[in-house]
Each structure stands twice: as C-alpha cells, then as structure tokens.
T-cell receptor
C-alpha cells in the first residue's frame, strides 16, 4: 500500500524557475526521504529528514517536514533540464526498515 | 565502485512458468530489500533481509513469491506459476545503515 501522496502529480516549469513538490503521509514516521527516478533508470536517494528535524538543505534542494500535518515539501531551486524526472517521497515508520513510497510527482523542466 | 546490480534486466515469460530474479547488492551492505513497481506508481515493498535472515516478508503478495539470500550477499526472488498480473518492474536495494537505500536498475518482467 502507498503511504504518501505527492502533489501535484505532474509539474511543468521553465528552466531557472523553482519547483515545489508536496508529500502527505498517514502514520507517524521515523524519517522521510526523497528519491528521484529518471526515465528508464533506477531510483536515486536525494535527501533524508528525520522526524525531529523541520528543514534540511542539500545543494539546490530544500526539504521541510511538518509532523503535525504529516506533510513534507521538496523545493528545487534554479531548476535545470536535467532535473526532469519523477520524484518520490518515502517514509520509514515504527520498527520497520523498508521504505513506503508515495505515487510520485513527474517534473518536467523545459529549456 | 560497483552499485547494486540486477539480472536479467528484462524477462519475458509465458503464464505458468517460474522465474528467478537476481540481485547483487553493494559489497558489505547488511540489508537487502525487494520492491515491485507498477507503471506510474511508486515502488511497493515485498521483503527484506539482514545478512541471510529474512526479516520481513509481509509484502509478498501470495505464496507463489519467495526470496532467499543464503550467504548474506546475493539474493534471488522467485515467482512460481507466473500470472499476467505479476508483470512489473522488480527493484532491489541495499543499505548499510537503515537510512538511505541504494537501488539497482530493476528487472522488467513481462508475463504473456
């Protein structure tokens, strides 16, 4: 079953603009992670935020976590055509070790 | 360095046949996970191992699915008597720290 739901399902922006994707989840979590999947390729880990953290940065990526609302957002600044991909949030909850993924946001960055 | 590898990359089989999908994790990674991904969806958990011990198989859809990791390294996911609904991308991931997981390229299974 899917834990998270990403919003929007699809997003199209111009190169240089910022892209924001949101993720909502259902149960209490230990951490939340964002992954990128390029067309026809594997999933690549982008960033992890723990349940006691509210914001984290990595390069052009900024992730926020609001555990009271059970939601997270991923901001990609100054987007590039190479950022075109599907982005998934995934949670780790309780004693489980596996990731529970959302349904993903398809981001298209137009040159 | 070598990442997670999976073989075969593509598998086409006829309904009723058995298939075995292989995963070779990053050397030294304790944990190995199997996921299944339908088109347009996120991966769904199947099962995972720490070393050779299967820790959780709650995601395996039915008893036609099984997995093993006998020496704590390479793992095989076996689907017996395949059905068309088993068609999907099967992904393997490994981890050494219960945090980020490193995914392989996947095996695209098509059951005719």
């Amino acid at each position: 079953s899917q834990q998270g739901e990403e919003d929007p399902q699809a997003l199209s922006i111009q190169e240089g603009e910022n892209a924001t994707m949101n993720c909502s989840y259902k149960t209490s979590i230990n951490n939340l992670q964002w992954y990128r999947q390029n067309s026809g390729r594997g999933l690549v880990h982008l960033i992890l935020i723990r349940s006691n953290e509210r914001e984290k940065h990595s390069g052009r990526l900024r992730v926020t976590l609001d555990t009271s609302k059970k939601s997270s957002s991923l901001l990609i600044t100054a987007s590039r055509a190479a950022d075109t991909a599907s982005y998934f949030c995934a949670t780790v909850a309780g004693s489980a070790r596996q990731l529970t993924f959302g349904s993903g946001t398809q981001l298209t960055v137009l040159p | 360095g070598a990442g997670v590898s999976q073989s075969p990359r593509y598998k086409v089989t006829k309904r009723g046949q058995d298939v075995a999908l292989r995963c070779d994790p990053i050397s030294g990674h304790v944990s190995l996970y199997w996921y299944r991904q339908a088109l347009g969806q996120g991966p769904e958990f199947l099962t995972y191992f720490n070393y050779e011990a299967q820790q959780d198989k709650s995601g395996l859809p039915n008893d036609r699915f099984s997995a093993e990791r006998p020496e704590g390294s390479i793992s095989t996911l076996t689907i017996q008597r395949t059905e068309q609904r088993d068609s999907a991308m099967y992904r393997c991931a490994s981890s050494d720290n219960y945090n980020e997981q490193f995914f392989g390229p996947g095996t695209r299974l098509t059951v005719l």
